[in-house]
C-alpha cells in the first residue's frame, strides 16, 4: 500500500470522515515535507513526529499537554542543509570516515611494528558535487570563508586555508597512484569529531575527501590503496612523517572490533572487542606548542637507534635482542627503541588476552604503555600522567593510557559498563582542581570504517 492509502487508513480510524480522511492524510504528506526542511531532518523522522502529535491529540490531549520531543536533525542533515545554503544545489556524493581511537601500539607504525585501533562514532562527513567550471570551491562547517581553487592550483595553502591541505594532499596523490582526479567540484565538509584530542580528525578529512573524490570520477581501487593514499598526502603534502595506523584504523574500522595493523606489509585485520568494555576519551585540550617538531624528533630518534643496531627497523629487534643490543646506543636512543621494542610485544600480548577475553590483562598492558610514554620515550605531560594514575586508582577502570602522538592531547579509558558519567565527572573534578582547567569527556563507541553514504556515481 502505497503511502497516501496508509495514512488515509490511520486517520479514518482516528475518526475522521470519508472525504476528510484523503484530505488530511494528503496535508500530513505536504507538512512532513515542508517539516523535514525546516528543520533539517529526514522526512521520515518528521512523518513521525506529526503522526504522534495526531495520535495523541486524537486521544484527548490537549496541544499544550503533548510533548513529543521534535526530531534534532543529524550532522548529515545540517550538512545538506547548508551545501544547499551555500552552493544553490545539493550534493551528489556524501561520505564519512571515523576518527580513531589509538588502543596500543605506540609510534610502533613508523618502526615497521604492530598497532591496535578503534574506529569511532565520530568523524567526519564530505558532501560534494562536480562542477562544470573547473574551478574548485571548498567550504568547511568551521570556516566562513569559501576558499576557490583552479584545477591545476594543487600547492600547499597556509593561515586559515591550511585545513584544505588535507583534501589537496589527497588530490596530489591520486595521480601517484595511477587514478584520475575531478576537476571543478563544490566541497563541503563537517565533522563532530574534536580536535586535537589525538582522534585524527587529518586522517578522517582525508578519507572522506578521497572517497567522494573517487565516487564521483567513478574509480574504486581497494581500500588498501585507499589507506595509502591518505598516508601519502599526510606525508608527502601536509609533511608529517607518520605511519599507517589513523589512515589503516579509519579505513578499517569495524563496530565492535578493533583493526590490528601490521605496519611492515601493511597488513590489516580485525579482532572482535570483548562484550561490555567501554571507551570513555578525557581531552585536555593541552598541546604542546612543538608538537609536530617533537614527533618528528621521535622519529629521527628511532632511525638513529635502528641504524646503530644495524637494523631497518626497529621491529626488526626481539626484546631478548634488545636486552643484548642495548650498550650499543646512547641512553635517549637506548630509551626511545626500548620503548618501540616493548611495546610490540605489548601488542601482541593484547592481541592474546583480547582472544581470551581477559580484560584485566588488557588493562594492565595498556597501564603499562603508559608508564613506558612516560618514563621512555618522553612524550607524555603531567595532565595526561595525572589523569592516567587518577583514573587507574578509580573502580571500574580496565586501564588508561594516552592515545595518539602524545605531548598533549587524551587519554583513553577502558573501562567496565559500571564506569559511568558521574564516576567521569569526579575526575574532572579532580583535574578541575589540580591544573584549573576543564576536561571535555567522552564516552565513545567502536564504528564501522571510511563509507560512502551517497553515491552519485553512474558505476552499475
Ligand atoms: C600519531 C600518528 C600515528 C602514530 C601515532 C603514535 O597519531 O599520526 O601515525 O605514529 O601518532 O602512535
Not at 533539517?40 to 486524537?58: H, T, W
Not at 569511532?120 to 562547517?141: C, H, K, L, Q, Y
Request: hydrophobic share 45%; proline share 5%.
Amino acid at each position: 500500500m502505497d503511502e497516501l492509502k496508509q495514512l488515509t487508513a490511520l486517520c479514518a480510524k482516528l475518526g475522521a470522515g470519508d472525504g476528510a480522511a484523503g484530505i488530511m492524510a494528503a496535508q500530513l504528506q505536504k507538512r512532513a515535507t515542508q517539516f523535514a526542511t525546516e528543520r533539517g531532518v529526514s522526512r521520515e523522522e518528521a512523518m513521525q513526529y506529526l503522526l504522534e502529535i495526531l495520535v495523541k491529540g486524537r486521544q484527548g490531549e490537549a496541544p499544550e499537554h503533548i510533548t513529543v520531543p521534535r526530531p534534532t536533525p543529524s550532522l548529515r542533515e545540517k550538512l545538506l542543509i547548508r551545501f544547499n545554503a551555500t552552493f544553490g544545489r545539493s550534493p551528489t556524493v556524501v561520505t564519512r570516515a571515523p576518527g580513531r581511537i589509538e588502543f596500543i601500539g605506540n609510534h610502533t607504525d613508523y618502526n615497521g611494528g604492530t598497532v591496535l585501533g578503534a574506529a569511532i562514532d565520530r568523524g567526519v562527513w564530505v558532501a560534494m558535487v562536480p562542477n562544470e567550471t573547473g574551478v574548485r570551491r571548498f567550504g568547511s562547517e568551521q570556516h566562513a570563508d569559501i576558499i576557490t581553487l583552479s584545477a591545476d592550483q594543487v600547492t600547499k595553502q597556509s593561515g586559515p586555508a591550511s585545513w584544505v591541505n588535507y583534501p589537496l594532499g589527497v588530490l596530489a596523490a591520486m595521480p601517484e597512484f595511477g587514478l584520475r582526479v575531478p576537476a571543478g567540484f563544490d566541497y563541503l565538509v563537517f565533522s563532530d569529531l574534536p580536535t586535537g584530542a589525538g582522534l585524527s580528525s587529518s586522517a578522517a578529512i582525508e578519507l572522506a575527501s578521497l572517497l567522494a573524490f573517487l565516487d564521483c570520477t567513478g574509480q574504486q581501487p581497494t581500500r588498501d590503496v585507499v589507506v595509502k593514499i591518505g598516508l601519502h598526502a599526510e606525508n608527502n603534502f601536509v609533511g608529517l612523517p607518520c605511519g599507517i595506523l589513523d589512515q589503516g584504523v579509519s579505513g578499517f574500522g569495524q563496530k565492535d572490533h578493533l583493526v590490528f595493523i601490521d605496519c611492515r606489509g601493511p597488513e590489516f585485520a580485525t579482532v572482535p572487542m570483548p562484550a561490555g568494555a567501554q571507551f570513555w576519551i578525557f581531552n585536555t585540550h593541552t598541546k604542546h606548542a612543538l608538537v609536530d617538531g617533537l614527533y618528528a624528533a621521535r622519529h629521527r630518534e628511532c632511525m638513529e637507534a635502528a641504524h646503530l643496531l644495524g637494523v631497518r627497523q626497529l621491529a626488526e629487534v626481539s626484546p631478548e635482542q634488545f636486552a643484548v643490543a642495548t650498550a650499543q646506543l646512547p641512553p635517549v636512543e637506548a630509551r626511545r627503541a626500548r620503548h618501540i621494542v616493548e611495546e610490540i610485544a605489548r601488542v601482541a600480548a593484547t592481541v592474546q588476552a583480547l582472544h581470551r577475553g581477559d580484560l584485566t590483562a588488557v588493562g594492565a598492558m595498556l597501564t603499562a604503555s603508559h608508564r613506558s610514554s612516560q618514563q621512555l620515550f618522553e612524550n607524555s605531560t603531567p595532565e595526561l600522567d595525572f589523569l592516567v594514575d587518577t583514573l587507574v586508582a578509580t573502580p571500574g577502570i580496565h586501564g588508561a593510557r594516552l592515545t595518539g602522538g602524545g605531548f598533549g592531547g587524551a587519554v583513553m579509558a577502558l573501562t567496565t559498563a559500571q564506569f559511568n558519567a558521574a564516576d567521569a565527572a569526579v575526575v574532572a573534578t579532580a583535574y578541575a582542581e589540580k591544573f584549573g582547567a576543564a576536561l571535555d569527556i567522552l564516552h565513545t563507541q567502536t564504528d564501522n570504517g571510511a563509507e560512502v553514504v551517497q553515491s552519485g556515481s553512474t558505476r552499475g
